[in-house]
C-alpha cells in the first residue's frame, strides 16, 4: 500500500506561483498513474492533473488550469509534483495527490484511489 503526503501549500498573491510536492512511501510508485486534485470549501472534490506512469508520460489537465499547471514526476525519487502559475483566487482549495493503477479510475475519480491528506493553497486577491 502506497501512502502519500503533500506539501508546498501556502498563501500567494493572484498572479504568483507555488510549486506543490508529493511524496511516495510503502511501494514504489513507478507503475501507478499519478494525480492532483483540489476541493474547495462547500465544493466537490475536482480534477486538476494526471499523468501516466511510463517514461514517456501522458499529462491531462482540466480545462480550468490548462497553460497555467503543470504536472510532472520522478520516479527515481518517489515524488510527484505540481508547479502552478497565475494564480487565481479561484484556485484557492485544499490540494490533494492521489494514486491509481487506471488513468481512467484517477481522472473521474472512481474507486480504488490511494489519497494524500492535501495541503492548503490560498490565492489572495
Known amino acids: 500500500q502506497v501512502q502519500l503526503v503533500e506539501s508546498g501549500g501556502g498563501l500567494v498573491q493572484a498572479g504568483g506561483s507555488l510549486r506543490l510536492s508529493c511524496a511516495a512511501s510503502?511501494?514504489?510508485?513507478?507503475?501507478?498513474?499519478m494525480g492532483w486534485f483540489r476541493q474547495a470549501p462547500g465544493k466537490e472534490r475536482e480534477f486538476v492533473a494526471a499523468?501516466?506512469?511510463?517514461?514517456?508520460?501522458?499529462?491531462y489537465y482540466a480545462d480550468s488550469v490548462k497553460g497555467r499547471f503543470t504536472i510532472s514526476r520522478d520516479n527515481t525519487k518517489n515524488l510527484i509534483y505540481l508547479q502552478m502559475g497565475s494564480l487565481k483566487p479561484e484556485d484557492t482549495a485544499v490540494y490533494h495527490c492521489?494514486?491509481?493503477?487506471?488513468?481512467?479510475?484517477?481522472?473521474?475519480?472512481?474507486?480504488?484511489?490511494?489519497w494524500g491528506q492535501g495541503t492548503q493553497v490560498t490565492v489572495s486577491s
Open positions: 492521489a494514486a491509481a493503477t487506471s488513468i481512467a479510475t484517477l481522472r473521474q475519480i472512481g474507486p480504488d484511489i490511494t
Open positions: 499523468i501516466t506512469w511510463s517514461d514517456g508520460a501522458t499529462t
Open positions: 510503502g511501494r514504489t510508485v513507478r507503475h501507478l498513474h
